[in-house]
């Protein structure tokens, strides 16, 4: 987890980006259930486990889940900090938006 004093651009981006796709959305959607193995994923989703693994890694590379390792199984669940990033970084803007008067394209 990136402590919110330390979150970039680029962070916030990968982030949303993960969240960009539908079948990210759903397996965000089956974590918030409880932790999943990667089998129940493929099982739910009904993809193959190559296509789920690129998701994942899309997911765990924003940092939006963990993993862990028990016997041959990898366990997925939500990394709800980082979550909290992103609402964090949606709430400052709805709180304190920023408008500069609008001024021609042309000066």
């Not at 990667?38 to 190559?50: A, F, K, R, Y």
Request: glycine residues 2%; contains cysteine.
């Amino acid at each position: 987890m990136i402590p919110p004093t330390t979150t970039t651009p680029h962070l916030i981006a990968e982030g949303f980006h993960a969240l960009s796709d539908p079948i990210r959305i759903r397996v965000i959607e089956l974590l918030r259930q409880r932790e999943l193995c990667v089998c129940d994923l493929c099982d739910i989703l009904e993809i193959n486990q190559s296509k789920l693994s690129f998701h994942l890694k899309n997911l765990k590379e924003a940092g939006l889940v963990n993993s862990r390792q028990e016997g041959r199984w990898i366990y997925y669940s939500l990394n709800l900090p980082q979550f909290q990033v992103l609402e964090q970084y949606l709430a400052d803007i709805r709180r304190n938006p920023v408008f500069l008067p609008t001024r021609s394209c042309c000066d």
